[in-house]
Antibody, heavy 121, light 107 residues
Framework: EVQLVESGGGLVKPGGSLRLSCAAS????????MNWVRQAPGKGLEWVSS????????YYADSVKGRFTISRDNAKNSLYLQMNSLRAEDTAVYYC??????????????WGQGTTVTVSS | DIQMTQSPSSLSASVGDRVTITCRAS??????LAWYQQKPGKVPKLLIY???TLQSGVPSRFSGSGSGTDFTLTISSLQPEDVATYYC?????????FGPGTKVDIK
């Protein structure tokens, strides 16, 4: 069964840091591009970052560029999001998400259950 | 960056009604447009990709059309289980922006 399990969320003060992890199973992780998507309380979906299968291509939303870093470890079937200089507006559920098809341009087809990040003093 | 808009922001329709949601991109994106359904308290689900291709397992009452800048999602006969928020997303290049969403409920 294809599965994505996020961890690492929690309560952090403004200006603080947090590292999210996503453990993948049930598919060949190293063949797929991966993404982070977030959803603030009561708000819509916001794409945060994407990383290609071999980490050759990395992209960020303007809202997190320079503060967040996406990475992956294909040997550990894991995706990460290092979040620094956190702001109140970063408060959201963060979803780990896999592209639906490997090797081509496709939308997200598999979602984790999400991990909640709350930035508050 | 290309901006994605959706209309309406919410709608209420009766069971069996035909429902249409519109998504517009500020610049052409060919057919690199996906539609997602998010039911209350649940994870988003991919419904349609490449503007009009139904994802496996999605009921045939859902359909998509469009290319370039204007796209539509149609539910041919609204069912109670279709109560959800629907999002479009461009995925041809970064940023992979989502539309603001359309909330659908039953009248």
């Amino acid at each position: 069964e294809v599965q994505l399990v996020e961890s690492g969320g929690g309560l952090v003060k403004p200006g603080g840091s947090l590292r999210l992890s996503c453990a993948a199973s049930g598919f060949t992780f190293s063949s797929y591009s991966m993404n982070w998507v977030r959803q603030a309380p009561g708000k819509g979906l916001e794409w945060v970052s994407s990383i290609s299968s071999s980490s050759s291509y990395i992209y960020y939303a303007d809202s997190v560029k320079g503060r967040f870093t996406i990475s992956r470890d294909n040997a550990k079937n894991s995706l990460y999001l290092q979040m620094n200089s956190l702001r109140a507006e970063d408060t959201a559920v963060y979803y780990c998400a896999r592209d639906s098809v490997q090797g081509v341009v496709t939308p997200v087809g598999v979602w984790g259950q999400g991990t909640t990040v709350t930035v508050s003093s | 960056d290309i901006q994605m808009t959706q209309s309406p922001s919410s709608l209420s329709a009766s069971v069996g009604d035909r429902v249409t949601i519109t998504c517009r991109a500020s610049q052409g994106i060919s057919n690199y447009l996906a539609w997602y359904q998010q039911k209350p308290g649940k994870v988003p689900k991919l419904l349609i990709y490449a503007a009009s291709t139904l994802q496996s397992g999605v009921p045939s009452r859902f359909s998509g059309s469009g290319s370039g800048t204007d796209f539509t999602l149609t539910i041919s006969s609204l069912q109670p289980e279709d109560v959800a928020t629907y999002y479009c997303q461009k995925y041809n290049s970064a940023p992979r922006s989502f539309g603001p969403g359309t909330k659908v409920d039953i009248k």
